[in-house]
């Protein structure tokens, strides 16, 4: 058989581009290294739970056309995005908002609020002196003072990063949002949801009638004699792999999970709790059943599964999650693309291959708008 295009990659951006080419009339193959399809999508399901097994994934768009495109493969539902941050047990509502504001001071007001946090700005702004901060627990301070920041800011950067807010740039923060409304819903785009079933389900509808192989390792199979079998090919893997390194290794961060069964039907009452305080070491309990599972119907599901989130070094061989944005990564990724667009018939794309981070309406939205 020749297809028209080999995938390289049965993420978002492959299976959306497999879509595309088959409503096209094309044909394609689509091969994945891993053991199941969606990339970092997919879902495990534990104990009729739809378990995110590569962190959790909430979608969200303003782009009415992505979302439109998106629940006519499988309608969506209503989740919408409340982190609650836990201070050494202290409970406090995210993103900043007058709920956080009222469990912080006791106000009451947007007033009230906002008096409260101009001092503390103007006490950070003064101990400058009239210089620039210098780093980032400097900016932070300036931007929402001292309580929002060793509360619900510092030690849960620190942990992310590794390193004290004072030993991180300036840069990293450029804006705190802080909203006088009590609105704790985490995004501002108009659309927001989990494909019901999971996202499985959405792959599986992207997927549908295409040819699929798993656990097929593009450079063990097919890197060397692609073209006898495809017109084209579309590779979502990392760039810098493709070129077998060629210029170095590009860095990632990443998260490792430790995902366990709790014997209860509710263990913390919500999808995502952020620990903000240094004596816990993880960063975020994700419990997954509050994604798809709302209200009472939580308890027709005996048991939970949550995952523990710890920042962690990347080290080759490891999930690449975020690409790093740094001179030497920046440099690196444009001698690839450089490489890269020199390739005939060949079209990098996805977060892997781009090197750059994406949610996922936008790479929905990047490959609808692909010419075929
Ligand atoms: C921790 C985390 C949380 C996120 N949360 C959100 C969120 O809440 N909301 C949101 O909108 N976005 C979120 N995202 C972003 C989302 O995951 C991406 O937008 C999406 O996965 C990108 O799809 P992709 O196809 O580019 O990449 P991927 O999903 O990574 O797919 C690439 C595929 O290529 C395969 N591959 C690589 N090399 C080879 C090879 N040599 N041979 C064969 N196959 C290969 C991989 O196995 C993988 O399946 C999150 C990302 C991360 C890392």
Redesign the pocket.
């Known amino acids: 058989m020749h297809y028209d295009y080999l995938i390289?990659?049965?993420?978002?951006?492959?299976?959306t581009f497999a879509y595309r080419a088959k409503q096209a009339g094309k044909s394609c193959l689509v091969?994945?290294?891993?053991p199941h399809l969606?990339?970092?999508?997919y879902c495990e399901n534990i104990e009729g739970i739809n378990v995110h097994k590569?962190?959790?994934?909430?979608?969200?768009t303003n782009n009415k056309a992505v979302w439109d495109f998106v629940n006519s493969l499988v309608p969506f539902n209503r989740y919408t995005n409340c982190p609650v941050a836990n201070y050494h047990g202290e409970l406090y509502n995210l993103p900043f908002n007058m709920n956080t504001f009222a469990q912080l001071w006791g106000v009451r007001t947007p007033d009230e609020a906002k008096t409260k946090i101009e001092e503390q700005r103007a006490e950070a702004l003064a101990a400058l002196q009239g210089r620039e901060p210098r780093n980032l627990e400097e900016q932070a301070l300036c931007l929402v003072g001292k309580d929002i920041f060793y509360k619900l800011i510092k030690e849960y950067t620190e942990k992310q990063w590794g390193r004290d807010c004072k030993d991180l740039p300036a840069f990293i923060i450029k804006r705190l949002p802080v909203r006088f409304v009590f609105d704790n819903n985490y995004f501002n785009d108009a659309y927001q949801g989990i494909p019901i079933g999971g996202y499985n389900k959405l792959i599986a509808a992207l997927l549908e009638g295409v040819e699929v192989k798993t656990e097929?390792?593009?450079?063990k199979e097919y890197k060397d004699n692609w073209r006898e079998i495809a017109n084209q090919l579309i590779y979502?893997?990392?760039i810098d792999?493709y070129f077998d390194y060629k210029f170095g290794r590009l860095d990632w961060r990443t998260?490792s999970f430790q995902t366990r069964i709790e014997d209860t039907p509710n263990y913390q009452g919500n999808a995502v709790i952020n620990y903000t305080s240094h004596d816990v070491p993880y960063t975020r309990v994700i419990e997954h059943k509050h994604f798809e599972m709302f209200g009472q119907s939580v308890y027709d599901c005996p048991k939970t599964v949550v995952s523990e989130e710890y920042s962690t070094e990347y080290q080759p061989g490891m999930?690449q999650?975020?690409p790093v944005n740094d001179a030497r990564n920046n440099l690196l990724a444009d001698q690839y693309r450089t490489l890269a667009a020199q390739e005939i018939n060949v079209l990098f794309?996805?977060?892997?291959?781009e090197y750059k981070?994406?949610?996922?309406?936008?790479?929905i939205e990047k490959v609808l708008n692909l010419p075929l």
């Not at 390289?8 to 299976?15: K, R, W």
């Not at 091969?31 to 891993?34: E, F, L, V």
């Not at 097929?216 to 450079?219: A, G, L, Q, S, V």
């Open positions: 390289v990659g049965s993420g978002l951006f492959g299976a091969i994945d290294k891993r969606g990339g970092n999508v590569y962190g959790a994934h909430i979608f969200h097929c390792d593009f450079f979502t893997g990392p792999e998260v999930e999650f975020y794309g996805g977060r892997l291959a981070y994406y949610d996922m309406a936008p790479i």
